[in-house]
């Protein structure tokens, strides 16, 4: 069983401009780049969870989006020597009521099913309470919330909650917690 670092897209890995699905748009967030080596170096699959309701919306295609993927995991490539193991994104809007739309936690199930990933050794990486909900449905033992501008993270029964204020924050964190 391998332990797992699941991250949010945007906010997390770039920039949060709200809809990004083009690549003129996609700017990585400061410190990703260190925290990937960091958490491959110590042997962490590498997995995107991401609502992309633009989809549905009909903002952009599910084609756009992989490609945008492909040229996200291009860049982390060139950089790093490695990309995320696997990118999996729920194309609903909220309404839809779907399982893989978080806080609900298809999305890691359906990692559970394709990858032997132990939860209690793992982490998720998140921006908005939805992510950390997420987690916590999914159990997934360790929960970063990165916080704007002085705002906490206020939800009940949210176990192994660290929040942070930037990614390099994330590292320390890890590196102190001997995961």
Same mark, same amino acid.
């Given at each position: 069983m391998q332990k797992c670092a699941f991250f949010d897209r945007d906010g997390v890995i770039n920039i949060d401009k709200g809809y990004v699905y083009q690549k003129k748009d996609f700017l990585f967030c400061e410190?990703?780049?260190t925290l990937l080596e960091l958490l491959k170096e110590r042997g962490f699959l590498l997995i995107v969870v991401t609502n992309q309701s633009g989809i549905n919306r009909g903002y952009y295609t599910q084609e756009q989006v992989e490609l945008l993927h492909k040229f996200m995991q291009e860049q982390i490539y060139l950089k790093l020597g490695f990309c995320? /193991?696997?990118i999996y994104f729920c194309p609903h809007v909220p309404e839809e009521n779907c399982r893989c739309r978080k806080p609900q936690s298809g999305m890691i199930?359906? +990692?559970l099913h394709d990858f032997r990933i132990d939860l209690s050794r793992s982490l998720l990486i998140g921006d908005k309470p939805t /992510?950390? =909900?997420c987690a916590q449905e999914g159990n997934? +033992? =360790?929960k970063f919330f990165?916080?704007?501008q002085d705002?906490?993270?206020q939800l009940p029964n949210?176990?192994?909650l660290h929040q942070v204020q930037n990614l390099g924050q994330i590292g320390a964190i890890i590196r102190n917690l001997q995961l």
């Open positions: 410190g990703i780049f995320f /193991d696997r199930e359906s +990692a /992510d950390i =909900q997934v +033992a =360790q990165i916080t704007k705002c906490s993270l949210i176990t192994n």
